[in-house]
């Protein structure tokens, strides 16, 4: 079974990634480490820098990883400063901002950047689309999950348990990664 590391010590983030990639051959250590969360427009190049600076800190190969919450209505907003936005707005918040609003339309994007040591990351990126609900349900998982209703699903995120919400994400990001992985060897 080939090795990845993956740079977190988020552990919804790790989880996810072993549930993800073992199945398909990898296994999936973890590494937490501080690294520089740039400010920038869009989660590509925040997983970019932060894998760069990771490969250069631990000398070897790694995987990191960066997620935006982005809402049409909003032009985008909170975008990758979802993290700030959950400690200063709350879901409440957000949802009054979303009030008699009908384009309810939002995505996650994910963006998983490889980084070989000494060699610029290569990044790829998923996204899991749906819409914000009128108001918050669910018992599971965190701030966005309990406001965010995946394409395909009736309830949100929050209404699953972790072995079942993982899932209803784009896990496509995923195969691609193992793919790349495979065709490395």
Request: overall charge negative; some cysteine; aromatic content about 14%.
């Given at each position: ?13 790790i ?10 051959g990898?296994?999936v250590n ?9 400010q ?12 760069k ?25 909170p975008g ?59 018992e599971?998982?965190?701030f ?12 949100t ?5 972790d ?12 195969k ?10």
């Amino acid at each position: 079974m080939k090795e990845i590391t993956f740079v977190t010590g988020n552990w919804a983030k790790i989880l996810s990634a072993r549930q993800m990639l073992e199945p398909l051959g990898f296994k999936v250590n973890q590494v937490k480490m501080d690294t520089t969360e740039i400010q920038a427009d869009n989660v590509e190049e925040i997983a970019k820098y932060s894998a760069k600076e990771a490969s250069d800190k631990l000398k070897c190969t790694v995987l990191k990883n960066d997620t935006g919450f982005f809402i049409d209505a909003l032009d985008g907003f909170p975008g990758p400063y979802a993290k700030y936005v959950e400690k200063r707005l709350t879901e409440e918040g957000l949802l009054k901002l979303l009030e008699g609003v009908e384009n309810r339309k939002a995505c996650f994007i994910e963006a998983f950047a490889y980084c070989e040591y000494g060699k610029e990351p290569i990044v790829f990126t998923g996204v899991t689309k749906g819409t914000i609900a009128k108001e918050k349900s669910g018992e599971y998982g965190w701030f966005w999950d309990f406001i965010f209703i995946p394409e395909g699903s009736e309830k949100t995120l929050g209404c699953f348990p972790d072995d079942k919400r993982f899932y209803l994400w784009n896990t496509d990001v995923y195969k691609e990664i193992a793919e790349f992985l495979k065709n490395k060897e």
